[in-house]
């Protein structure tokens, strides 16, 4: 079964500072991987996508990468802002379902 | 741009109570799922489901959960009778391939 976990578990940064957010999954054989955000008591928002045959994606200040082979996936934000501070969740799509990992939340100080 | 819309928004239930949530897909989605979110703890894949049947299910998903596509529309997840345990997030998500688009959720609080 596949296991996907977040590290650190939390993250406090000050304003300006770029920051990277580890996830690594068990089973290399995924569809593509995904990066949310959550806010507390909200929703899912997609942040990035990367399919499996891809190494990165980029969206403004997000970068993902993708190693496959290792099961490691990173999220880059630079110049944090206060307005990121979030739990930012990974999740690996095997075909049918996704699996989450239990979050980073990260808080940036103005 | 279009958005999964899930409905009521928080749901406050007795134990033993049936509960229906609700979701309205993207239009042209043809792969629904709900997945759920214990305070504090992981989401998890409850159920998949296209063509009108359920194309696969995790073990959380017993007997006294099962989903429904009545109109052609609407997307709903049943609780026959809800247990304690049943207090969650319930999130609705769709696609027509990946990436699947969630929607807002459902907080459930079974007393």
């Known amino acids: 079964k596949q296991e996907v976990t977040q590290i650190p578990a939390a993250l406090s940064v000050p304003e300006g500072e770029n920051l990277v957010l580890n996830c690594s999954f068990t089973?290399?054989?995924?569809?593509?991987l995904q990066w949310f955000r959550q806010d507390p008591g909200k929703g899912l928002t997609s942040l990035l996508l990367?399919?499996?045959?891809?190494r990165e994606q980029t969206s403004g200040r997000l970068n993902a990468s993708l190693d496959k082979s290792s099961g490691r996936s990173t999220l880059y934000i630079a110049a944090s802002q206060p307005g990121d501070s979030a739990t930012y969740l990974c999740?690996?799509?095997?075909?049918?379902?996704?699996?989450f990992g239990t979050g980073t939340s990260l808080t940036v100080i103005p | 741009e279009p958005e999964v819309t899930q409905t009521p928004s928080h749901q406050v239930t007795q134990m033993g109570q049936e509960v229906i949530l609700r979701c309205v897909p993207i239009?042209?989605?043809?792969?629904f799922y709900w997945y759920r979110q214990i305070l504090g703890q992981k989401v998890e894949f409850l159920v998949s489901?296209?063509?009108?049947?359920?194309?696969?299910k995790s073990e959380i998903f017993d007997d006294q959960f099962s989903v429904e596509r009545p109109d052609g529309s609407n997307f709903t997840l049943k609780i026959r009778s809800t247990k304690l345990e049943d207090s969650a997030m319930y999130f609705c998500?769709?696609?027509?391939?990946?990436?699947?688009?969630f929607g807002p959720g459902t907080r459930l609080l079974v007393l």
């Open positions: 999740a690996a799509n095997t075909g049918n379902q996704f699996y």
């Open positions: 998500a769709s696609s027509p391939r990946p990436p699947q688009y």
């Open positions: 089973d290399s054989a995924i569809y593509n």
């Open positions: 239009s042209n989605h043809l792969y």
């Open positions: 489901f296209y063509n009108n049947e359920i194309s696969e």
């Open positions: 990367i399919q499996s045959s891809q």
